[in-house]
């Protein structure tokens, strides 16, 4: 098991900066990928950034140049956020993406946290 703990949202004008944290506890060691989604009210989870243990950072074109993604080996990921805008607002998720092993296969498998709230408003 994996458990993911978000904080660092909170209400921030527009063109304000904030930075979100995620802690990683448990089999911290079988990650092979963390972090971020977001869902605003009405609309389906989506990704913000994901940066794999291996290979490219992927960021939502939406926050390319704006967001920056960065990871603490594998007991927590943070999610930079700069020149916010109302369109930002949204809970976001801390994402892990692990791999196991049962009866001789492979598996993977994602864990989510609770969640942080950020609001961009004036």
């Known amino acids: 098991q994996v458990y993911l703990v978000e904080s660092g949202g909170g209400l921030v004008q527009p063109g304000g900066s904030l930075t979100l944290s995620c802690a990683a506890s448990?089999?911290?060691?079988?990650?092979?990928?963390m972090g971020w989604y977001r869902q605003a009210p009405g609309k389906q989870r989506e990704l913000v950034a994901v940066?794999?243990?291996?290979?490219?950072t992927d960021y939502s074109d939406s926050v390319k140049g704006r967001f920056t993604v960065s990871r603490d080996t594998n007991t927590g990921v943070y999610l930079q956020m700069n020149s916010l805008k109302p369109e930002d607002t949204a809970v976001y998720y801390c994402?892990?993406?692990?791999?196991?092993?049962?009866?001789?296969?492979?598996?993977?498998?994602?864990?989510w946290g609770k969640g942080t709230q950020v609001t961009v408003s004036a």
């Open positions: 994402n892990a993406e692990t791999l196991f092993s049962s009866g001789g296969r492979s598996y993977g498998k994602d864990y």
């Open positions: 448990g089999s911290v060691s079988t990650i092979n990928l």
């Open positions: 940066m794999p243990n291996s290979g490219s």
